[in-house]
């Protein structure tokens, strides 16, 4: 019998009981964001994201915006344009390998939100910082190195990605 999911939805419950609003426990935030961080480049929907924590739809998303003060699919984009901003500088791959491998439908999707996000297109962006000689050769293995490391906690510290949780703030 599995009794850690039933302990952790307990604590869930009693963290909730305790005054905290609506946002997510720490290990729900947890759960959450490494699950989005490891599947980047696949379709997410919110609804499985709020399956994964034991919430419903509706009060997922309130505790995840309380959290960390947008809502999941926006906190999802700027990961995706992250890690497209780390490929960039680490490799040579075209924008449209960059674009699949983050989990945006296409080029043209990647180069929408990128400007959205950034203000320029991601070639603007990119040609200065590969101009180094420390831009990275382009190989699909090198690229794939790069994608299972940006997907663990070492980078997220490395890189000093702070998340808000629950009035505080915390290193993911």
């Known amino acids: 019998m599995r009794t850690t999911g039933?302990?952790?939805d307990k604590g869930a419950a009693e963290y909730s009981r305790?005054?905290?609003g609506a946002a997510l426990a720490p290990?729900?935030?947890r759960r959450v964001t490494h699950h989005m961080e490891a599947h980047l480049d696949?379709?997410?929907r919110v609804a499985d994201l709020a399956n994964l924590v034991g919430l419903g739809l509706r009060r997922f998303s309130?505790?995840?915006?309380a959290s960390f003060g947008q809502p999941p699919h926006t906190y999802l984009l700027e990961c995706r344009v992250r890690r497209a901003c780390k490929l960039m500088e680490m490799t040579q791959e075209p924008l449209s390998q960059i674009a699949i491998l983050c989990g945006f439908a296409d080029q043209a999707h990647l180069t929408h939100i990128f400007r959205a996000?950034?203000?320029?297109?991601p070639n603007t962006w990119r040609r200065p910082r590969n101009d180094d000689e420390a831009a990275a050769a382009s190989t699909s293995e090198e690229v794939a190195?790069?994608?299972t490391f940006m997907a663990s906690?070492?980078?997220?510290?490395?890189?000093?990605?702070?998340?808000?949780?629950?009035?505080?703030?915390?290193?993911?």
């Open 18 to 20: 305790r005054g905290h």
């Open 117 to 121: 996000r950034i203000g320029m297109p």
């Open 6 to 8: 039933i302990a952790q």
């Open 42 to 44: 696949d379709p997410l």
């Open 27 to 29: 290990w729900q935030a």
């Open 153 to 172: 906690p070492e980078a997220a510290f490395m890189t000093g990605q702070i998340l808000r949780v629950n009035g505080g703030t915390t290193a993911s």
């Open 145 to 147: 190195n790069a994608i």
């Open 62 to 65: 309130t505790a995840f915006r």
